[in-house]
């Protein structure tokens, strides 16, 4: 089992940053494949950004490249989504997902808000 919970999303006028956080407990990092998907009021949940337990490689959705990043802590077992440049469409509720060795069931977050707005 996997136990994850996002914190760091607030509001944030356009342009300004955010670090959202995802701190893990059952596994450590070293072994989960993770991801962080977002989904907008009336959407469908989308795919943001992921990171592979094998070597660590990143992938971002084509709208986010340039102005998201992601980090892990192995000490804090705690992943980073790093957002800067911060758009209204980057609005929504951003969830944590794991998966144990890149396979398997699939383990969520609760969701934090992130709301861009003037």
């Known amino acids: 089992q996997v136990q994850l919970g996002e914190s760091g999303g607030g509001l944030v006028q356009p342009g300004g940053s955010l670090r959202l956080s995802c701190a893990a407990s059952?596994?450590?990092?070293?072994?989960?494949?993770m991801a962080w998907f977002r989904q907008a009021p009336g959407k469908e949940r989308e795919f943001v950004a992921r990171?592979?337990?094998?070597?660590?490689?990143?992938q971002y959705t084509d709208s986010v490249k340039g102005r998201f990043t992601v980090s892990r802590d192995s000490a804090k077992n705690t992943l980073y989504l790093q957002m800067n440049s911060l758009k209204s469409e980057d609005t929504g509720v951003y969830y944590c997902?794991?998966?144990?060795?890149?396979?398997?069931?699939?383990?969520w977050g609760q969701g934090t808000q992130v709301t861009v707005s003037s």
């Open positions: 059952g596994r450590t990092l070293s072994t989960l494949s």
């Open positions: 990171t592979t337990w094998s070597d660590s490689s990143i």
């Open positions: 997902n794991a998966r144990i060795l890149g396979v398997g069931p699939e383990y």
